[in-house]
């Protein structure tokens, strides 16, 4: 990790220890013994199909739910409750259209108390994100994607130990959303932040994790692993990415039974091969 930080900002290191979590009137668990480690600092994408629980275990890792059973910890503390340290960014950017960029983009300082210092330092995210010429713009006046680095620069502003995305990116196009994955694999990293990001892009997920975590569902849990040892920033057309990213989609296609599936780890052998 680099020692040159831009952010008083520490890196945060999860445990998920062994949750499960039956929704209120449902007969079956949404999740069930989800077991795994992320360190400090780490890269994480949450891969697998629609229902498996991969947002319901994110929303666990914000504070905003808590499982039936087990427990999710972040340094330790056992999260109970959402934190200014771990932001959300979720599918829409859910900005308040009177208000304009600046404005949208400082109300985490403003909710934290914050809000003396939040022009000095919004002003700067908002360049580093690429807004610098639309500060004062009526969010509405925003494509979509502009619309997303408010909300990433919002993220940020609090000056997070942990990044958490809901699919943030989905509704973009190809070349707005690709762009928005290099950045924030690029901020990320600068800023040492641990990032945990659910999606169903294979691609995504080669192109800004550390390590792919795979969920299988009914119920949900982690049935598979994938390092992802490629350079920073990663290139789409190299055939190294090309065949990890044929590799994941593969172990995400094996990955359909989750009764059958057994628990499996690729270490950085199986993952260099892949791409050799």
Not at 45 to 68: D, V, Y
Not at 116 to 129: E, I, K, P, Q
Not at 181 to 192: K, N, Y
Request: net charge neutral; with cysteine; glycine share 6%.
């Amino acid at each position: 990790m680099s020692s040159h930080r831009e952010s008083s900002a520490m890196s945060a290191r999860i445990a998920i220890d062994y949750v499960t979590h039956t929704f209120r009137g449902q007969p079956t668990a949404t999740l069930e013994d989800v077991d795994a480690t992320i360190q400090a600092g780490e890269k994480i994408a949450l891969i697998g199909r629609s229902g498996c629980g991969k947002s319901t275990l994110l929303h666990m890792l914000a504070g905003l739910m808590l499982p039936s059973q087990g427990c999710v910890r972040i340094d330790g503390r056992r999260v109970t409750k959402p934190s200014a340290k771990w932001n959300m960014m979720f599918q829409k950017p859910s900005l308040y259209p009177w208000m304009n960029v600046r404005q949208n983009a400082a109300l985490g300082l403003v909710f934290a108390g914050q809000g003396r210092s939040a022009n000095t330092r919004v002003d700067a995210l908002l360049d580093l994100v690429g807004l610098g010429d639309n500060k004062d713009a009526n969010v509405q006046q925003l494509s979509g994607g502009q619309q997303q680095r408010v909300a990433l620069a919002r993220s940020l502003a609090t000056e997070p130990d942990l990044l958490l995305l809901d699919e943030p990116f989905s509704a973009l196009d190809a070349f707005t959303r690709s762009a928005l994955q290099d950045e924030v694999a690029h901020i990320t990293r600068q800023r040492d932040l641990t990032l945990v990001i659910v999606t169903h892009d294979i691609e995504e997920a080669v192109a800004m994790a550390d390590r792919v975590l795979i969920m299988s569902r009914n119920p949900g849990t982690i049935v598979g692993e994938l390092r992802v040892d490629l350079p920073f920033p990663r290139d789409r057309n190299r055939a190294e990415f090309t065949k990890l990213r044929e590799h994941l989609m593969n172990k995400f296609r094996d990955s359909g039974d989750a009764h059958a599936a057994k628990p499996e780890n690729i270490g950085k052998d199986d993952a260099s091969q892949a791409a050799a």
